[in-house]
């Protein structure tokens, strides 16, 4: 059973930095793709960033484009997610998340996705 741990969420104000990190067990393939998503109070939960583990390449949801960097180290099996200028909506619950298969594409379907951390908070007030 595929194991996601996040952390590094807090609570900051407009502007700021975090960085998010999510630990695995293990990787299910050598080339899958993982994500970052989240979720605001009352509203769907949405993807954010996704990268494919094989080849590194990486998706961005538009609001996050030359914001957030998403990154991964293998031998320390972790995955990471840079978030720089936070706004107040960016504040939300964030989740990372693995595809079960061989994935090369990463995409910010939550459908494509099997195995899920339990989430970190990120607050940005404004």
């Known amino acids: 059973q595929v194991q996601l741990v996040e952390s590094g969420g807090g609570s900051v104000q407009a502007g700021n930095s975090l960085t998010l990190s999510c630990a695995v067990s293990f990787y299910t393939y050598s080339s899958t793709c993982m994500g970052w998503f989240r979720q605001a109070p009352g509203k769907e939960r949405e993807g954010v960033a996704s990268l494919a583990t094989g080849g590194g390449t990486t998706v961005y949801t538009d609001s996050v484009k030359g914001r957030f960097t998403i990154s991964q180290n293998n031998p320390k099996r972790t995955l990471y997610l840079q978030m720089n200028s936070l706004k107040p909506e960016d504040t939300g619950m964030y989740y990372c998340?693995?595809?079960?298969?061989?994935?090369?594409?990463?995409?910010?379907?939550?459908?494509?996705?099997?195995?899920w951390g339990r989430g970190t908070q990120v607050t940005v007030s404004s």
């Open positions: 998340a693995t595809a079960r298969g061989y994935c090369n594409e990463p995409n910010l379907s939550d459908s494509e996705y099997f195995y």
